[in-house]
């Protein structure tokens, strides 16, 4: 689960200092207040970890798209700045028992890391100019440009820095992607095996890191599925359907010819009590067909409707809440305006699948969102001990003199928030307040025509 992030010179922000991550955190503010950077940072680290290029520091997407488009990465960093830097902090899963093999091969448990990459973004050149990893004061590793364009590697591990051997050739160093040290270090330091360790406990993170974009796709009539077992369910939702069937694990129950799995009856559970339908049931066309069709009853006793014939909320929320419960255990999931196209009410009640989710199945939500309904059923929650101020981070988003500033809104154990923004959500009571005045004199001057 991150913990924690940083990030200096992208995009709108010229510093946001630490943001805490909680189980369940989330992000408001107005259209282009910067609340998607801070998501977009964490998905330009996943698809550069995911990248076969080694030699790429960052993979921005401007030439083959993946988790986002960002252009070049000059285009990236704020204002005329020509560096910027990118920080995480995370813990390893409880279970995991993830260890280094350090000097003297003694295994050294890491429960959690902490990196940082200052990147040099100015055209034509990009080079990463430091790169770090750290836990506590237990360990820590460093590749440093020097002036002289030579990287140093140094590493300390309980107290003990990381040695050359003096029968060793000297090497010329380089980083890997943004966040790797090259084979040359590996070779000309003594027992520096445990370099890759951290590089693949980044990547391990990134990996089990899931994103749902804002624009879910449009729901077809049918769709084919020959068993295959989607990672998630797609960025637009367009797998939503296929996690269904597959399910989160082998065991398949069979009811009136449909396939059912622990992963539908909670989706279909959730559909009820957000009250946009009484059933869901995902059938074959034909028996032992590779070709199925979803279908979803609004009412006990109304006719069976497809998907695709379905209000558009339905369609959109499904992939939200297939995600929560398909992905694995220790997850991190990005969802970027959930609430789209959802009633108000439907909107407050994802507070509580999500409360739900990172409860029952130990995994990190991660919101940005538009919704007021959705912060007050939080606020509503936190207030009745459902979930806790700790186990929720709420900030606001802003812009300020041409830059992203970040609030953090305080709520106590009562579900207040102490530091309302202005106009968090525009100014909900001067339009009420308009309205009856406004009303007021129409009728004061429709008495005096009388």
């Keep these: 689960m991150f913990t924690e992030i940083s990030m200096k010179n992208f995009k709108s922000w010229r510093e946001t200092g630490p943001v805490r991550m909680a189980p369940l955190t989330a992000f408001f503010g107005a259209n282009s207040s910067g609340k998607s950077s801070l998501l977009q940072m964490l998905l330009l680290l996943k698809q550069t970890a995911e990248s076969n290029d080694r030699g790429l520091v960052l993979k921005t997407g401007s030439m083959q798209p993946g988790y986002v488009n960002l252009g070049t990465p000059q285009e990236i960093t704020f204002g005329d700045s020509d560096e910027m830097?990118?920080?995480?902090?995370?813990?390893?899963a409880a279970d995991s028992k993830f260890s280094v093999l350090v000097p003297d091969d003694i295994a050294l448990p890491i429960e959690r890391l902490q990196f940082e990459s200052v990147i040099h973004a100015e055209a034509p050149r990009l080079y990463v100019k430091s790169l770090s990893y750290k836990q506590n004061?237990?360990?820590?590793?460093?590749?440093?440009?020097?002036?002289?364009?030579?990287?140093?590697?140094?590493?300390?591990?309980?107290?003990?820095?990381?040695?050359?051997?003096?029968?060793?050739?000297?090497?010329?160093?380089?980083?890997?992607?943004c966040y790797g040290f090259s084979d040359e270090a590996l070779l000309y330091y003594q027992d520096a095996r445990f370099l890759r360790s951290l590089e693949f406990a980044l990547e391990q993170q990134f990996q089990s890191l899931h994103h749902l974009g804002p624009l879910r796709e449009y729901p077809q009539r049918t769709y084919s599925w020959s068993g295959e077992k989607p990672s998630d369910v797609g960025q637009k939702g367009e797998l939503a359907i296929h996690a269904l069937l597959a399910g989160k694990d082998q065991k398949v129950y069979k009811s009136a010819g449909g396939r059912y799995n622990k992963l539908f009856p909670r989706v279909a559970k959730w559909l009820v009590d957000l009250d946009l339908a009484t059933s869901l049931q995902i059938r074959p066309l034909s028996e032992g067909d590779s070709l199925y069709r979803a279908w979803l009853r609004r009412q006990q006793d109304s006719p069976e409707t497809l998907l695709s014939d379905m209000g558009i909320g339905v369609s959109q929320v499904l992939p939200?809440?297939?995600?929560?419960?398909?992905?694995?255990?220790?997850?991190?999931?990005?969802?970027?305006?959930?609430?789209?196209?959802?009633?108000?009410?439907?909107?407050?009640?994802?507070?509580d699948v999500f409360i739900h989710a990172v409860e029952k199945r130990n995994i990190q939500i991660i919101v940005e969102s538009h919704s007021e309904h959705f912060l007050r059923r939080l606020q509503r929650r936190i207030?009745?001990?459902?979930?806790?101020?700790?186990?929720?981070?709420?900030?606001?988003?802003?812009?300020?003199?041409?830059?992203?500033?970040?609030?953090?809104?305080?709520?106590?154990?009562?579900?207040?928030i102490s530091n309302w923004p202005h106009d968090f959500f525009g100014d909900m009571t001067g339009d009420v307040l308009?309205?009856?005045?406004?009303?007021?004199?129409?009728?004061?001057?429709?008495?005096?025509?009388?």
């Design 85 to 92: 830097t990118l920080s995480i902090s995370w813990n390893l």
């Design 137 to 177: 004061g237990s360990l820590s590793a460093a590749l440093t440009r020097r002036d002289n364009n030579r990287y140093v590697v140094r590493a300390t591990v309980n107290g003990t820095e990381l040695s050359r051997p003096a029968s060793r050739p000297r090497v010329l160093m380089r980083a890997e992607k």
């Design 434 to 450: 308009k309205i009856v005045k406004s009303g007021y004199d129409r009728k004061l001057g429709q008495a005096r025509a009388v």
């Design 320 to 351: 939200v809440l297939v995600l929560c419960y398909y992905v694995p255990e220790g997850s991190t999931i990005i969802l970027e305006q959930p609430e789209l196209h959802l009633h108000p009410s439907v909107q407050a009640g994802l507070a």
């Design 383 to 416: 207030a009745e001990d459902t979930t806790s101020p700790g186990d929720t981070a709420l900030y606001f988003c802003a812009m300020q003199h041409g830059e992203s500033k970040l609030t953090r809104l305080d709520v106590n154990m009562f579900g207040e």
